[in-house]
């Protein structure tokens, strides 16, 4: 028996051929990215900033204006795609970035650009 799962896009139920499958069909499965690349076309300069304007960003609210945005994407796809997820949980984001080798090894991830606190 063949479990149905629905289309993290449309919603429509989809029988899973294959393990993990979410899009009933690649339209779905391209809206879908289009939207992430979109999305984080918009992110990379604001993150960017934020990383390497420090000072700047904070005095702007930066890291503040992000998460409105991400609240503002979260409503629309609320609106839009209720009851489907529209990110990936953070094991498969960061298993994705690891397999691809964008992912930096190391413990250190970023240079205090500032004194610390005593
Ligand atoms: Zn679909």
Redesign the pocket.
């Known amino acids: 028996m063949t479990k149905l799962h629905k289309?993290q896009?449309?919603g429509?139920p989809i029988s899973a051929r294959r393990a993990g499958q979410e899009?009933?069909?690649a339209p779905?499965r391209q809206t879908f990215n289009n939207r992430r690349m979109q999305r984080g076309a918009e992110l990379y300069d604001l993150f960017r900033a934020l990383r390497r304007e420090r000072s700047t960003a904070s005095e702007m609210n930066l890291w503040t204006q992000l998460c409105r945005l991400e609240l503002q994407w979260q409503t629309e796809d609320d609106q839009q795609r209720p009851g489907r997820r529209s990110y990936m949980p953070p094991q498969k984001a960061l298993t994705i970035l690891k397999d691809k080798g964008s992912l930096p090894r190391g413990e250190v991830l970023c240079k205090a650009t500032r004194p610390r606190a005593a």
Do not use: H, S, T, V
């Open positions: 289309c896009e449309c429509n899009f009933c069909a779905c």
